[in-house]
């Protein structure tokens, strides 16, 4: 059983505190809206798609507690907590298209006059706790597809060697992950030989949350600083990278963690196939290209402290933006839990 990052029964949230992991698990309750900005903002919860199921699911335990009998004040009030928890974290799309839906629900809901208040409560929780099972089984699909888009690469029935980057896994989504559900859905078919995974700094998503993972599930991994990729491409064949995404553009640019843009350029010159492992929900059709994607930049203590201890000198400037963009021609699929797509060809699969 992988680890949940969440926990949702109708009328309880909690959310397993990453930022004291991989030390103390310790579950902190989501009681509304407000708690569930102040998780994501402080990424006490991260990674795209969990960060739009918990800012929903906030909004549904707080609408559980709302005995207001008129839809069109519940609808007002709908739009103005999603757009507030939009406002949590900028970069990744999932909250954003998550948010667009519900509020298009919403409207709906409000405008048939068949429905009364509890009905509209009933559906629009329903819709949003619809959420949890979907991710689960889109991280599943896109776990197959990458699995056989990697091995189709290989002679024969060997096993191959994977790099990740940042974390994609049971704690950055609903359970089993992305890019680290394509690592999954690889070791259960016997093909993986070995995982090596990036510290990921300043918020060192890898060294503690995705090795937590690994060693979690004993999945054969080794873990290297950032700036070991280039050497470890020299030095051993590498058979894959694959990565997540926060938002992916209408070209196939990718938006994911700070640090993935220089890995695609290392994996590109060492001829190594790169991989974005993202569902539909971090496809943002409507941005052209990378360049119009915002960046966030998190404080400066990330990068100069380590918990409670400075390691940076004092007075130092920093800068800390927490993505960046990979352009779509590093990039050699984009597996989905539809499918593995080109980069170019994304836009096609959406109606005009
Ligand atoms: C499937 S998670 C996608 C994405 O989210 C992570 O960012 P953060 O930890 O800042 O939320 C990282 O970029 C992952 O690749």
Not at 248 to 275: C, L, R, S, W
Request: glycine share 6%; charged share 25%; with cysteine.
């Amino acid at each position: 059983m992988s680890l949940e990052s969440i926990k949702y029964q109708r009328g309880n949230l909690e959310v397993l505190d990453q930022l004291l992991l991989p030390f103390q698990k310790k579950y902190i309750k989501v009681e509304g809206v407000e708690d569930g900005w102040k998780v994501i903002n402080k990424m006490q919860v991260r990674g795209a798609p969990a960060i739009a199921i918990l800012g929903c699911l906030s909004l549904a335990i707080e609408l559980l507690k709302d005995n207001s009998s008129d839809k069109k004040v519940m609808r007002q009030e709908i739009e103005g907590k999603l757009n507030y928890l939009v406002s949590a974290r900028p970069t990744a799309v999932n909250i954003k298209l998550a948010a667009d839906e519900l509020i298009n629900l919403a409207n709906t809901l409000s405008a048939d006059e068949s429905i009364n208040p509890d009905e509209f409560k009933e559906r629009f929780i329903s819709s949003i706790e619809g959420m949890l099972s979907k991710d689960i089984e889109d991280n599943k699909a896109i776990g197959r597809y990458g699995c056989e888009a990697i091995l189709k690469n290989l002679e024969g029935d060997g096993q191959v060697r994977v790099l990740t980057h940042c974390n994609t896994g049971s704690l950055a989504t609903a359970e089993y992950g992305t890019a680290l559900g394509v690592i999954r859905s690889l070791h259960s078919a016997k093909r993986l030989e070995h995982v090596f995974c990036t510290e990921t700094r300043p918020y060192n998503q890898g060294a503690r949350l995705t090795a937590f993972e690994l060693v979690h599930e004993k999945i054969p991994a080794t873990l290297i600083v950032d700036s070991m990729v280039a050497a470890l491409m020299h030095v051993r064949k590498i058979g894959a990278v694959v990565v997540g995404a926060d938002r992916v553009a209408a070209n196939g640019d990718t938006a994911n963690k700070i640090g993935t843009y220089q890995i695609a350029i290392v994996a590109k010159y060492h001829n190594v196939p790169f991989y974005v492992a993202a569902p539909f929900t971090s496809i943002d059709i409507n941005v052209p290209s990378g360049e119009h994607i915002k960046i966030e930049e998190r404080p400066d203590k990330e990068m100069t402290h380590i918990g409670d201890r400075r390691i940076a000198a004092p007075g130092i400037n920093c800068w800390n933006p927490s993505f960046d963009i990979t352009p779509a021609f590093l990039i050699t699929g984009i597996i989905t839990e539809k499918g593995v797509f080109l980069p170019h060809m994304l836009k096609t699969l959406f109606p005009i």
